[in-house]
């Protein structure tokens, strides 16, 4: 079955730096588009970045660009998520996810993303 872990995540301060690793299993990787959502106590899940299959492109959240990369090591499986200049409205439940179909551009709807992982928890302090 699908398999999506992350980790990476932890209480940091204001401006410090995070990376979140989402392995995967179960799915033809290098196949898909895979996206980065977070939500925070009592809001709704919103999107952060997504990648294409290769790599070669990629589109994020306005509130995080500059900020935050998105990659991704098909030969390990394995979607990256740096985090600079961390701010307390950063903090979330961040997930990553699995594009529901093959071959697509990277998207940012929700309810493209048929695989999702459990989550890693990112505080940020002031």
């Known amino acids: 079955q699908v398999q999506l872990v992350e980790s990476g995540g932890g209480l940091v301060q204001a401006g410090d730096s995070l990376r979140l690793s989402c392995v995967a299993s179960g799915i033809s990787f290098n196949r898909k588009a895979m996206g980065w959502f977070r939500q925070a106590p009592g809001k709704e899940r919103e999107f952060v970045a997504a990648?294409?299959?290769?790599?070669?492109?990629?589109r994020y959240a306005d509130s995080v660009k500059g900020r935050f990369t998105i990659s991704r090591d098909n030969a390990k499986n394995t979607l990256y998520l740096q985090m600079n200049s961390l701010k307390v409205e950063d903090t979330a439940a961040y997930y990553c996810?699995?594009?529901?179909?093959?071959?697509?551009?990277?998207?940012?709807?929700?309810?493209?993303?048929?695989?999702w992982g459990q989550g890693t928890q990112v505080t940020v302090s002031p």
């Open positions: 996810a699995a594009d529901r179909f093959n071959y697509r551009t990277a998207p940012r709807g929700a309810d493209e993303y048929a695989s």
């Open positions: 990648i294409t299959y290769t790599g070669s492109n990629t």
